[in-house]
């Protein structure tokens, strides 16, 4: 799987905020541009690269990581040790020279907890700047705060939930509260993983760690982050996340070691399972813990801190469940405030995460704008008055699903007309669109899939994942899809309007509002017509106004 999302990210690949260093000198509006981002955290240090577009859609290029261990020992003294120094500014001059060989015109830098709380940060900066060329921006913790709820808000559906997120980091845990549009709260608690283990935890993390111990560092916990807590239950939560690679270790853990199974992209982690695998790990050393399967032996050390903090906090909450997200924290909410400031802010304005997804895969895939939004309008009419007369069942999450399908259905021609079908279920399948979990994005590809040649059987092999209701709808949606499309066949928009104007056990009419020659379209239902009508079990008579 992994191997066909590179492929397809492959394929589809062929605005300054403060602290931002210009890498090279701006091309062209017209042109490309390659803009990284670097978020300079206690434990580690991450980059993105993003190909950004003049249709305003944008494409992650490479994703990076180190463990660099910025915060060690520092939390005693107020000071970064000369060693982790050196490590950060290794790390950080090797991920600036890898964004300007790709021809960053932009490389964007921000520093969190373990820069912001030292006392000797104006060396680490200095050096930043002389030897990385990075003017870096030190964030308080609540910016940070906001910067996650802006990637996550920029990953996922949140939709009309009122929404947790909390973030484990090193140095600090970040929490806000919001919903699609917002953040309503945001806050940060001086408990990283890395700090509470040099502070709280009995050998630095390297032993195994009683119970009575482990209830000492969650009784630390639980007073650190009284207040907050208390502020957070003024809301009601209706889904929490966890952005952290903490948390994503936690989640993993218990997946394979609990329910053997594999860690996926949203993996859900219940309270009752994060306290078996603490009490797992808390059991073990160090050492023992780096072979345990769903962990990052980089983090064997400060994991059990990390579960510490999550299962107070989620206790405190009384919140059941909280899911572990992959490639979601601060640079995804740098890339999401530096599209929002620049001219492609009207990519993140106004549009909910599902369909920014949908409309930039479509861009990079060089659709049909035009044409696919009006095949969208007529598949929407034709489902709105389907479901009015009686001819459908489905509800809203049908209607949404098969308006992305329609804004989707021609990409694979970016690949080749030919089979273009195929080719656009591939691509849905594999491009990692936002904010849809996997069912919805193996319906969206069965229903781009079928949007020509013939309709599936209810017996076809490549609905095999789903349920016979899934499957019933499938068919239904492909099937408005595909007149939807045929109604717009010469892309000139005649077929202004399209609906069942009439619905009864023989017949459906179908009623058109044209302007202009429509003869392609009307000949395009007309071939069809046959197999339209056994569909729908009925015989399809066509109106035009």
């Given at each position: 799987?992994?191997?066909?999302?590179?492929?397809?990210?492959?394929?589809?690949?062929?605005?300054?905020?403060?602290?931002?260093?210009?890498?090279?000198?701006?091309?062209?509006?017209?042109?490309?541009?390659?803009?990284?981002?670097?978020?300079?955290?206690?434990?580690?240090?991450?980059?993105?690269?993003?190909?950004?577009?003049?249709?305003?859609?944008?494409s992650?290029?490479?994703l990076?990581?180190?463990?660099?261990?910025?915060?060690?020992?520092?939390?005693?003294?107020?000071?970064?040790?000369?060693?982790?120094?050196?490590?950060?500014?290794?790390?950080?001059?090797?991920?600036a020279?890898?964004?300007?060989?790709?021809?960053?015109?932009?490389?964007?830098?921000?520093?969190?907890?373990?820069?912001?709380?030292?006392?000797?940060?104006?060396?680490?900066?200095?050096r930043?700047?002389?030897?990385?060329?990075?003017?870096?921006?030190?964030?308080?913790?609540?910016?940070?705060?906001?910067?996650?709820?802006?990637?996550?808000?920029?990953?996922?559906?949140?939709?009309?939930r009122?929404?947790?997120?909390?973030?484990?980091?090193g140095?600090?845990?970040?929490?806000?509260?919001?919903?699609?549009?917002?953040?309503?709260?945001?806050?940060?608690?001086?408990?990283?993983?890395?700090?509470?283990?040099?502070?709280?935890?009995?050998?630095?993390?390297?032993?195994?760690?009683?119970?009575?111990?482990?209830?000492?560092?969650?009784?630390?916990?639980?007073?650190?982050?009284?207040?907050?807590?208390?502020?957070?239950?003024?809301?009601?939560?209706?889904?929490?996340?966890?952005?952290?690679?903490?948390?994503r270790n936690?989640?993993?853990?218990?997946?394979?070691?609990?329910?053997?199974?594999?860690?996926?992209?949203?993996?859900?982690?219940?309270?009752?399972?994060?306290?078996?695998?603490?009490?797992?790990?808390?059991?073990?050393?160090?050492?023992?813990?780096?072979?345990?399967?769903?962990?990052?032996?980089?983090?064997?050390?400060?994991?059990?801190?990390?579960?510490?903090?999550?299962?107070?906090?989620?206790?405190?909450?009384?919140?059941?469940?909280?899911?572990?997200?992959?490639?979601?924290?601060?640079?995804?909410?740098?890339?999401?405030?530096?599209?929002?400031?620049?001219?492609?802010?009207?990519?993140?304005?106004?549009?909910?995460v599902?369909?920014?997804?949908?409309?930039?895969?479509?861009?990079?895939c060089?659709?049909?704008?035009?044409?696919?939004?009006?095949?969208?309008?007529?598949?929407?009419?034709?489902?709105?008055?389907?479901?009015?007369?009686?001819?459908?069942?489905?509800?809203?999450?049908?209607?949404?699903?098969?308006?992305?399908?329609?804004?989707?259905h021609?990409?694979?021609?970016f690949?080749?007309?030919?089979?273009?079908?195929?080719?656009?279920?591939?691509?849905?399948?594999?491009?990692?669109?936002?904010?849809?979990?996997?069912?919805?994005?193996?319906?969206?590809?069965?229903?781009?899939?079928?949007?020509?040649?013939?309709?599936?059987?209810?017996?076809?092999?490549?609905?095999a994942?789903l349920?016979?209701?899934?499957?019933?709808?499938?068919?239904?949606?492909?099937?408005?899809?595909?007149?939807?499309?045929?109604?717009?066949?010469?892309?000139?928009?005649?077929?202004?309007?399209?609906?069942?104007?009439?619905?009864?056990?023989?017949?459906?009419?179908?009623?058109?509002?044209?302007?202009?020659?429509?003869?392609?379209?009307?000949?395009?239902?007309?071939?069809?017509?046959?197999?339209?009508?056994?569909?729908?079990?009925?015989?399809?008579?066509?109106?035009?106004?």
């Open positions: 799987m992994g191997g066909a999302r590179t492929m397809a990210r492959d394929i589809i690949s062929s605005v300054p905020s403060s602290g931002t260093t210009a890498a090279a000198a701006a091309p062209p509006a017209e042109r490309d541009q390659v803009v990284g981002f670097v978020d300079i955290g206690t434990n580690s240090v991450r980059l993105m690269l993003v190909e950004i577009r003049p249709n305003h859609s944008y992650v290029i490479s990076q990581r180190e463990s660099v261990r910025l915060g060690e020992r520092e939390f005693g003294g107020g000071r970064l040790v000369p060693e982790a120094i050196e490590r950060g500014v290794l790390v950080c001059r090797s991920f020279d890898l964004a300007r060989s790709h021809g960053a015109v932009e490389i964007v830098a921000v520093a969190t907890s373990a820069t912001r709380e030292a006392a000797n940060r104006a060396e680490l900066l200095g930043l700047r002389d030897e990385a060329g990075l003017d870096v921006r030190v964030i308080s913790g609540r910016e940070e705060a906001r910067l996650i709820y802006l990637g996550l808000i920029g990953r996922v559906h949140v939709g009309d009122t929404a947790l997120v909390i973030d484990i980091g140095g600090s845990t970040e929490v806000a509260v919001g919903d699609r549009r917002r953040h309503f709260y945001l806050e940060s608690l001086r408990l990283g993983a890395l700090r509470v283990t040099e502070e709280e935890v009995p050998g630095r993390g390297a032993d195994p760690v009683s119970a009575r111990q482990y209830e000492a560092v969650q009784r630390h916990v639980r007073l650190a982050s009284a207040h907050v807590v208390h502020e957070l239950k003024r809301f009601r939560i209706d889904v929490a996340f966890g952005t952290s690679g903490t948390m936690l989640a993993a853990i218990a997946a394979r070691t609990l329910h053997d199974e594999t860690p996926g992209r949203d993996q859900p982690l219940t309270r009752a399972d994060l306290r078996k695998v603490a009490r797992t790990l808390r059991g073990m050393t160090a050492e023992e813990r780096r072979s345990m399967p769903g962990i990052n032996p980089e983090r064997a050390d400060i994991i059990v801190a990390g579960a510490a903090v999550l299962e107070t906090l989620l206790t405190e909450l009384d919140l059941r469940q909280i899911v572990a997200l992959e490639d979601c924290g601060v640079r995804e909410g740098m890339l999401m405030d530096y599209l929002r400031r620049s001219r492609h802010r009207g990519l993140v304005r106004g549009l909910d599902r369909e920014r997804s949908v409309v930039q895969l479509g861009r990079r060089k659709f049909d704008e035009r044409h696919a939004r009006h095949v969208r309008e007529l598949a929407l009419a034709l489902f709105d008055s389907g479901r009015q007369t009686d001819l459908h069942g489905m509800g809203e999450r049908e209607r949404e699903l098969l308006g992305y399908a329609a804004l989707l021609d990409i694979g021609t690949l080749s007309y030919r089979d273009h079908h195929l080719h656009t279920a591939y691509l849905v399948r594999h491009a990692d669109l936002l904010g849809f979990d996997e069912e919805e994005i193996e319906l969206l590809a069965a229903v781009t899939r079928f949007h020509r040649k013939a309709l599936p059987g209810s017996r076809n092999p490549e609905l994942g349920d016979a209701g899934r499957r019933r709808a499938v068919r239904t949606l492909s099937l408005l899809l595909r007149l939807a499309e045929r109604l717009d066949r010469s892309h000139s928009g005649c077929v202004r309007a399209a609906r069942f104007a009439a619905v009864d056990d023989d017949a459906a009419t179908l009623e058109l509002t044209t302007a202009g020659d429509c003869h392609l379209e009307l000949w395009g239902i007309r071939t069809r017509q046959e197999a339209v009508e056994k569909a729908l079990d009925r015989r399809l008579e066509v109106v035009t106004a």
